[in-house]
């Protein structure tokens, strides 16, 4: 019993050298790591079952005396012989990983070789590994190969394989007397080896996962770092100054020589090797780009000839050409070039493979960006168009009266009017105007109502003189200025005069304006509504505050707010808060 230990042990080694080699290849690791899908199983059986004959062929003959046999390589067997081998071992481990389909498919075709071998264990051997399959293929569905403990319990499993074995053996096989003389022999080495050799095994697969799975956690941090360093320029569309710097990301970031990116005529960013020809803004120099373009596909070329680059002498002899996306529509593509074949490697190519898709997911995000400021710019230029139509015949009324009785006042009002509504358009193609200019609109639109209503109202203003450069939405003091006049002072009060005050100060990084009457102010019916909706009432619709609210509230978010405080009898204060260090401002003085 003894002198079997050493020459079962040599058997396992033979195995776990052929293991170790499997797991050094790429499609064995793939093959581990997604064995769900069917083709995988299959070739799983494969894979194990061949494990398993490799076994049968490589078990030490028991012969009938007791003697051990010399044969190194077992191709028949006596019929009062017996072998000891490792068989149960590749049974055990690809019904674990596999499930039931591979630990059926591999105990069968363990079992089925074994019985072709002969000797008067080879109906027992043959059923027990075709049972341990099935037994193991569905404990393998609940056992989570990855967990720490999963390693004593496949030895468990695969000791409990081998008991039962040895029971079918002394069960089924005749003579009794020899069945188990021959389980006292074989019983101790085979569960002892078989067990230590499970173990290892086991320990093999599971640094395959392992590696696996630090190999893909790697890929994911470096495609996300690239991503994250990217998505500021790529948020900017394919153009070539955003395309240069994100180019110059990923070559800093991969193992690549070079790295184009082009849209669909031209190359629009190249940094690294073979800069010298593959220049920026020239129509596109390769035949495999062009391809890419036209199929949508990706495309990976191992030579110069497959690059097909107009340079005969190009430095650069492997690529791979990624599509960019937007909306299933191919825009451009994105290269990355190697001098040395070799250096495209299949992590590289699935680095690569994921920063497309990356790379295109922010495309299109950046094509909704735009569409969505597109669509945010033209309702605010909406909204302030609203304002002013009501204005515009008033202002004619009180022209027309003063062209009989004050022909110079109508021409100085007309002028003022020229100046108002100049401003009116040229706001409606700015986001933002200067305060000054804001001021003008209100000195313009003041002197019209001073001319309408004599000695109605005085204006009181508190600007910091710092803040008269500042960019300001068009068109937000001068409603709030009219708004106080027409309904805070009502026109039937003769004896009083009203006052609205206009402030404008920092508060931190924001600007505060203000504009406060003296008037009635506003009951708090109506205050819990102006500026949030256009609301119905005998005095008004609001609707100037509620455009303001909402220009401001479309262009800066919640950097922004709007406040009315009123109380009736004590007037009316309205506040607006912006961001001064908003990118808005940035923009408009760069």
Not at 469 to 483: A, H, M, S, Y
Not at 530 to 542: H, M
Request: proline letters at 4%; a positive charge; hydrophobic letters at 45%.
């Amino acid at each position: 019993m003894m002198n079997l230990l050493p020459l079962m042990l040599e058997r396992v080694g033979i195995l776990l050298i052929v293991a170790f080699l499997l797991s050094r290849l790429k499609s064995f690791r793939h093959i581990i790591h997604r064995q769900h899908v069917l083709t995988d199983k299959i070739k799983l059986i494969f894979i194990f079952g061949t494990f398993a004959m490799i076994s049968n062929y490589t078990g030490v003959e028991i012969q009938g005396t007791g003697q051990t046999g010399t044969q190194a390589w077992q191709t028949w067997i006596s019929s009062d012989s017996a072998i000891a081998n490792t068989r149960i071992m590749g049974v055990v481990v690809g019904g674990l990983l596999g499930g039931p389909l591979v630990g059926t498919g591999v105990g069968i075709i363990a079992g089925l070789h074994r019985f072709t071998l002969g000797g008067f264990t080879a109906f027992a051997c043959g059923m027990s590994s075709i049972l341990a399959g099935i037994v193991t293929g569905f404990i393998g569905k609940r056992l989570r190969i990855m967990d720490k403990s999963a390693l004593w319990k496949t030895v468990i499993i695969g000791i409990l394989m081998e008991c039962i074995q040895m029971g079918i053996i002394l069960a089924t096989a005749p003579p009794f007397a020899a069945a188990l003389s021959l389980v006292n022999i074989i019983t101790v080495p085979m569960v002892v080896i078989n067990g230590f050799g499970m173990l290892l095994f086991m320990l093999v697969i599971q640094a395959v996962l392992q590696e696996e799975s630090r190999t893909r956690a790697l890929q994911t941090h470096q495609v996300f770092e690239i991503a994250d360093q990217t998505l500021p320029y790529f948020r900017q569309g394919l153009n070539p100054h955003s395309c240069r710097e994100a180019a110059a990301v990923i070559l800093s970031r991969t193992n690549a020589d070079a790295i184009s990116i082009t849209d669909s005529q031209q190359v629009l960013a190249h940094v690294g090797e073979g800069s010298d020809h593959h220049v920026p803004l020239e129509r596109l120099s390769t035949r495999l780009t062009r391809k890419v373009l036209s199929t949508g596909t990706v495309m990976k070329a191992v030579s110069r000839d497959e690059i097909q680059c107009r340079q005969p002498d190009c430095c650069l002899e492997a690529a791979i050409v990624l599509p960019l996306k937007v909306h299933e529509k191919t825009v451009g593509t994105l290269k990355l070039y190697f001098k040395n074949p070799g250096r495209l490697d299949q992590v590289e190519q699935e680095v690569a493979e994921g920063l497309g898709r990356l790379f295109s997911t922010q495309l299109e995000l950046a094509e909704a960006e735009q569409q969505r400021k597109r669509l945010k710019d033209a309702e605010i230029k909406a909204l302030q168009a609203q304002i002013h139509p009501h204005f515009l015949f008033n202002a004619f009324n009180t022209v027309s009266a003063l062209c009989r009785t004050d022909p110079e006042k109508a021409r100085m009002l007309l002028l003022q009017m020229s100046s108002f509504f100049r401003s009116n358009l040229q706001g409606a193609r700015q986001p933002l105007i200067p305060l000054y200019k804001e001021l003008e609109n209100v000195n313009a639109y003041l002197a019209i109502e001073q001319a309408r209503f004599p000695g109605k109202f005085t204006l009181e203003t508190k600007i910091d003189p710092s803040l008269k450069t500042v960019g300001v939405p068009p068109f937000l003091l001068q409603p709030l200025v009219e708004n106080a006049l027409r309904y805070a002072f009502p026109s039937q009060v003769e004896d009083e005069k009203g006052k609205v005050t206009l402030s404008v100060y920092r508060d931190g990084e924001y600007i505060m304006l203000k504009a406060e009457d003296n008037g009635q102010g506003i009951e708090p019916y109506l205050l819990q509504q102006l500026g949030k909706r256009e609301i119905q009432s005998a005095r008004g619709t609001g609707t100037a505050l509620y455009n303001i609210s909402k220009r401001i509230e479309e262009m800066f978010g919640a950097e922004a707010d709007f406040r009315i405080r009123s109380k009736p009898g004590s007037g009316t204060a309205i506040t607006i808060r912006l961001p001064i260090q908003h990118s808005l401002w940035r923009d408009l003085y760069a």
